[in-house]
């Protein structure tokens, strides 16, 4: 069994991807916090580890590194094979990956921490401000998400077939990111049904963001 640590932030969402897909393939690991607020992943001895000043981080058990949650959780598919996170036919990956997209590739970017400060420090943006900013955002991409979730016949109990997959992992982070700022999951009730399935299962509720050590 190897040795793994987690670098990573209770509630970055992209940490919750990680810590879901771990449990999910039944993988043991150390768990390291860091504040992001407090710039932990802006030291010297972080940037080593990571160039980018990003969680989360995965540290191998020969002292390499992984970073991105996607990239590193397609390591783990491909070192882990049991259970799949991908669909074994190309058009399922595709799929898979096109849902998993719409949330890693056009929320996350624009809604990450450090676009939320950036907004505050150089355009005065404030509270109420920074939250119309990711609802706007969020909203986009989740409408057009619960359409395809919600006419596609690949859409089972998850967001494709009755497994959970890549594309729960994001949607399942993602959702708890949304609760941060108020974001009313019922109007879109297809992800509210997902949702709410994946929070049934251990491995998914043991990653949500207030089950973790540092949460505060």
Known sequence: MMSL????????????????????????YDYVPYSLRDGETRTPEYLAKNPQGLVPTLE???GTFLTQSLAIIEWLDET??????????????ARVRALSYMIACEIHPLNNLRVLFR?????????????????HWVSLSFEALELELSRSEATGIYCHGNTPILADICLYAQVWNNRRFGVPL????????????????????????????DAA
């Open 60 to 62: 191998k058990e020969d």
């Open 5 to 28: 640590k987690l670098h990573n932030f209770f509630r970055s969402s992209t940490s919750t991807r990680l810590r879901a897909a771990l449990n999910l393939k039944g993988l043991d």
């Open 186 to 213: 019922e109007q879109w009730p297809t992800i509210a049904r997902i949702f709410d399935a994946l929070e049934k299962l251990p491995a998914f509720a043991k990653a949500a963001p207030p089950e973790q050590p």
């Open 80 to 93: 882990h094979p049991e259970p799949a996170l991908l669909p074994g036919d190309p058009d399922g990956r």
């Open 119 to 135: 907004l505050r420090d150089q355009f005065g943006a404030d509270e109420e401000s920074q939250k119309e900013w990711f609802t």
